[in-house]
């Protein structure tokens, strides 16, 4: 079970006050733990082994292991909750064993199209077109160039072979798939884009990179099982939810995720997806950043310190750090002869706590640790984020599974580009 621990030496959050705050909102979990009926139809990923779980693990491996055995290139065409999640899991974990996945759907930009595409030679190639309403600009858009990308090279009918789609049963990208022969797996549809880390919409993708989407489920089914039990005082889903509503109160308007991975940059892709579009409607809501440390300590350091106090951090703690190297001394005086025989695990380790030390001076920090980055973690991370995100909205008093917000700049671009209707 991952832990959160709160260091502030602002003395503006209390853990009193915070033990407090968490009593108080006992209904608020009690309500989420056993899912609100007016949040039926959007729900689905509550209970992770209804829309996931071993059964869908083994199905995902096995569609992975049949594509692998001809093609060695998975092109992932989705864009926000249709492509975070999976590409959170292909940036963390090394996978000597999977497919090279690819990332399209996600751009507008014919440079970075071109560039995908540039990606493709000399590769065999299988694609999944992920959308769960197949009316988005960026996937729809990408999945006509990169099928017909594959029909020039491979011809129709061995292209077929290679186009998967994840869709809702029953939507346009449903019919298509029936009329020209491509493989159809369901997007569920009690489950919003951003709330689909650990259904088949991920599982598949995941399972095409190498990883091992079993471990993955099970650690989403423990960290489940836990949040869904555990009562308001040791429930770390409601103790997160609660600190971040506390500090909401106290005026703070944002919220940094930082830690000390760079290879955590795609959970925090999808972490700023996941509370931006959950809490951010009706004029509230924290505003969701990251900060990859210690590089953007050189750039964004200086503001967290000293700028405007209007955010609080969250360290993602990683306990094992899973790889080392020393700085073995090569006779030269460099001037940094403090290093000798050190390991790159000690400097990353005194630039955390040094980091926290400093930050806590000036804004409220919590500290969230998990033991190590592998699937059952990663699993146990989405549901627990997934969760919590639940709580928060509720708290602030909004529907967290909408994102009506995001509709105004498109009703503008469809209008630009002649769509009927709009
Ligand atoms: O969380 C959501 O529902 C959205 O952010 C979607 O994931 C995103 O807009 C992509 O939608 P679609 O899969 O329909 O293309």
């Keep these: 079970m991952l832990q959160l621990e709160l260091t502030d030496q602002t003395g503006i959050l209390t853990d009193m006050e915070w033990a407090a705050a968490v009593a108080a909102a006992g209904p608020v979990l009690a309500r989420a733990q056993a899912g609100e009926a007016r949040y039926a139809d959007s729900l ?45 899991v292909a940036e963390a974990l090394d996978l000597p064993g999977g497919m090279k996945i690819v990332w399209a759907g996600n751009t507008l930009s014919p440079h970075a199209m071109n560039r995908m595409l540039a990606r493709l030679e000399g590769r065999s190639v299988v694609i999944d077109c992920i959308a769960k309403n197949f009316e988005t600009l960026e996937p729809g858009a990408s999945f006509r160039v990169l099928r017909r990308y594959l029909c020039d090279r491979y011809g129709r009918e061995e292209a077929a072979r290679r186009i998967l789609c994840t869709g809702t049963p029953g939507s346009p990208l449903e019919k298509l798939c029936a009329e020209q022969g491509y493989t159809f797996l369901p997007f569920p549809e009690p489950i919003g884009g951003r709330f689909t880390a650990l259904s088949p919409v991920h599982l598949v993708p995941m399972a095409a990179a190498g990883a091992d989407v079993a471990a ?20 770390p889903a409601l103790r997160y939810a609660v600190l971040r509503h506390l500090l909401w109160q106290k005026g703070y308007r944002a919220e940094l995720l930082s830690c000390f991975e760079p290879r955590m940059k795609g959970l925090f892709s999808w972490w700023e997806q996941l509370f931006a579009e959950s809490e951010g409607k009706d004029g509230v809501g924290l505003l969701p950043v990251t900060g990859e440390f210690s590089e953007q300590l050189h ?63 000036t804004l409220p920090c919590l500290t969230l640790t998990i033991d190590r980055v592998d699937e059952k973690n990663l699993g146990g991370l989405f549901y627990f984020f997934q969760f919590a995100c639940y709580l928060s909205a509720s708290l602030l008093g909004v529907n967290p599974f909408d994102q009506s917000g995001v509709e105004a700049y498109k009703g503008w671009m469809f209008r630009a580009l002649g769509k009927p209707g709009a």
């Design 216 to 235: 993955l489920c099970r650690g989403a089914e423990e960290m489940a099982a836990a949040l869904r039990s555990l009562p308001a005082a040791q429930n």
């Design 299 to 361: 750039s964004l350091g200086q503001f967290i310190q000293d700028g405007s106090h209007f955010l609080f951090e969250t360290f993602l703690q990683i306990k094992e750090q899973q790889a080392s190297l020393s700085l073995h001394p090569d006779g030269v005086q460099d001037g940094f002869g403090y290093l000798d025989d050190k390991d790159f695990e000690d400097l990353n380790r005194a630039a955390f706590s040094a980091t926290r030390t400093a930050h806590s001076a």
């Design 44 to 88: 689905g990923w509550l209970d992770p082994t209804v829309w996931g779980g071993q059964d869908w693990a083994e199905r995902a491996a096995a569609l992975a292991q049949k594509l692998h055995s001809f093609a060695d290139t998975f092109v992932v065409i989705g864009v926000g909750g249709s492509n975070n999640a999976a590409r959170t």
